[in-house]
């Protein structure tokens, strides 16, 4: 349930909007008519994002906005205006607020906006690390005992108290951005503001507008200046996911940025200044990409200041039956589940499976089971079909390839319902994992024959089964193809 605070001194219109926008009682909108009126709703029950009116009876918007930050700095804060050119707003952008809106409001744009504002919320709620199952359902926790999540922990209270750049590694679906998080949470910028962008998510050409922002006309669209992420989170954290994906122009911006923290607008001559700590996340191998002149070499020093490794489902050895009981607990509650256990049966089934998708496959297979499931106990009737059977992390050959089409089909629609957020690189490697499989099987785990099957060079292939975990437990290269 989304908790909105409108402070307006609109009688009527505004506030119909915003109720309007987000109807109870799925949402909570409570409305303050004065500026002293919402800073005291903010001290005493602390809402989710505020929408803030920039002329108020008793005070100025900005002058709400300054106390508001003094008492929470992280609650996201939407400015509304009456003016067009909006210069107020833009300046309050400047100081951490987080977009503006004009009247009269467009509902669709105010959800937009409100809906992302709440995701920046999520991300600064406070992350629970335990090696044990918690006695509260809780969402985002960072959980495992095994000694790869114990190391985890450690790398985190090393660094999360030092200004410097953390590089997180880890394949798709291990919890990277739980770990930037936890780093931001218990470092001295926690009262600042977090913000998480995905480079991969994000259309090559809006990426740099995104980070940097825009000036009025610097291209078809920008009706209008934009303040950039960088700019958003001055004091701050950003997390930028997906770092690998970057265009190694965007890249050259980013590597200024962590030496001089100052860049320009695109569009723009002025030097904007920023501080910020920057998190990278990555799936690739960026020393590899590097050597191969697709990544910068400089960037990737600067990154890895400090470096964590987050393990693979896979290799976390017992931590899996508790991490099943964490979600069978949480999605339980969420679905209208009475499942409070599972069979030892369901338990091996599980083990068997190689987890390319990690822990956020782990969290569609188990909501899956729970829409099966009926009576207390998770049977292994319940959980779906696995889309390939693997041994060593290789896929065999149960998995048909004229089946290709269906197999792809069922993959997606299994992250669709489990809320993905990195879809297309998620597919992308899986049609990656059964196409170099199938080839490796082919030619009995040649990789040289291989390699010239799929036309690409044996260092790509390499990497691309080392990127999604694949390991070649069969080889039958002869001599002149070690060349």
Known sequence: MAHVLLIDDDPGLIPEQVRQAFPAPGHHVVVAETGAAGIDLVRSNPPEVILLDMRLPDKSGLEVFQAIREIDARIPIIFVTMTKTADTAIEAMKLGAFDYLFKPLDLKQVRKIVGEALEVGRLRAPTVVSETVPDADVEGAILGGCAAMREVYKSIGRVAGQDVTVLIAGETGTGKEL???????????????????????????????????????????????????????????????????????????????????????????????????????????????????????????????????LPP?????????????????????????????????????????????????????????????HGPILLPQFLPEFTAATIDGVPTSSADPGN?????????????????????????????????????????????????????????????????????????????ENE
């Not at 934009?226 to 050259?252: S, V, Y």
């Not at 979600?327 to 499942?339: A, Q």
């Not at 669709?416 to 597919?427: F, N, P």
């Not at 992308?428 to 690409?456: K, M, N, P």
């Open 404 to 480: 290709i089409n269906l197999d792809i089909e069922t993959f997606i629609r299994q992250r669709l319902t489990a809320d993905s957020r990195d879809l297309y690189a998620d597919a992308h490697g899986q049609l990656d994992r059964f196409l170099l499989a199938s080839v490796l099987e082919y030619t009995h785990g040649s990789q040289h024959q291989a390699a010239r099957l799929l036309g690409i060079a044996r260092q790509t292939l390499r990497l691309k089964l080392r990127d999604l975990g694949l390991r070649v437990t069969q080889s039958v290269e002869t001599d002149d």
């Open 313 to 373: 489902l896979r290799d976390r050895g017992e931590d899996l039956p508790m991490l099943v009981q964490h979600y069978l607990r949480r999605f339980s509650r969420e679905l209208g589940r009475d499942v409070r256990e599972v069979d030892p049966a369901a338990i091996e089934r599980l083990r068997s499976h190689s987890w390319p998708g990690n822990i956020r496959e782990l969290q569609s297979v188990i909501k899956q089971a729970l829409l099966q499931a």
């Open 179 to 309: 770990i930037a998080r936890a780093i931001y949470q218990h470092s001295s910028r926690a009262k600042a503001p977090f913000m998480a962008l995905n480079c991969a998510a994000i259309p090559e050409n809006l990426l740099e507008s995104e980070l940097f922002g825009h000036e009025k006309g610097s291209f078809t669209g920008a009706d209008r200046r934009r303040i950039g992420k960088f700019e958003q989170c001055n004091h701050g954290t950003i997390l930028l996911d997906e770092i690998g994906d970057m265009p190694l122009a965007l890249q050259a911006k980013i590597l200024r940025l962590l030496q001089e923290q100052s860049f320009e607008r695109v569009g723009g001559n002025e030097t904007v200044k920023t501080d910020v700590r920057l998190i990278a996340a990555t799936h690739r191998d960026l020393k590899a990409l590097s050597a191969e002149g697709k990544f910068r070499g400089d960037l990737y020093y600067r990154l890895s200041v400090f470096t964590i490794h």
